[in-house]
Nanobody, 122 residues
């Protein structure tokens, strides 16, 4: 089971760090992804990382502002979000694939967390 946390209310220009931890299973061999869903919109890709942490991917809208990372010792994946914009407001979900790679495709992922709400105010 994946547990996303770290969401909250922040002003535009601020920062948040999201965490995704797994209980009952290791994430060490899994590619991981972050997605988000704003009200009335489709769930969209944000970022992904491979099992080693050596390969990362970002949506154009967050490139240069968000950083994905992972800590195998803590069995946790992070999403550092800087210079947040009002448009970043959404529920953020983490997901784990069955392979060691990450992907921007939702159907690539097998396990999903419950989501954490990020609200950015102007």
């Amino acid at each position: 089971q994946l547990q996303a946390s770290g969401g909250g209310l922040v002003q535009a220009g601020g920062s948040l760090r999201l965490s995704c931890a797994a209980s009952g299973r290791t994430l060490s061999n899994n590619g991981m992804g972050w997605f988000r869903q704003a009200p009335g919109k489709e769930r969209e890709f944000v970022s992904a990382i491979n099992w080693k942490g050596a390969t990362t991917m970002y949506a154009d809208s967050v490139k240069g502002r968000f950083t994905i990372s992972r800590d195998h010792a803590k069995n946790t994946v992070y999403l550092q979000m800087n210079n947040l914009e009002v448009e970043d407001t959404a529920v953020y979900y983490c997901a784990a694939s069955l392979t060691g790679s990450g992907s921007s495709r939702k159907d690539f992922y097998r396990y999903w967390g419950q989501g954490t709400l990020v609200t950015v105010s102007s």
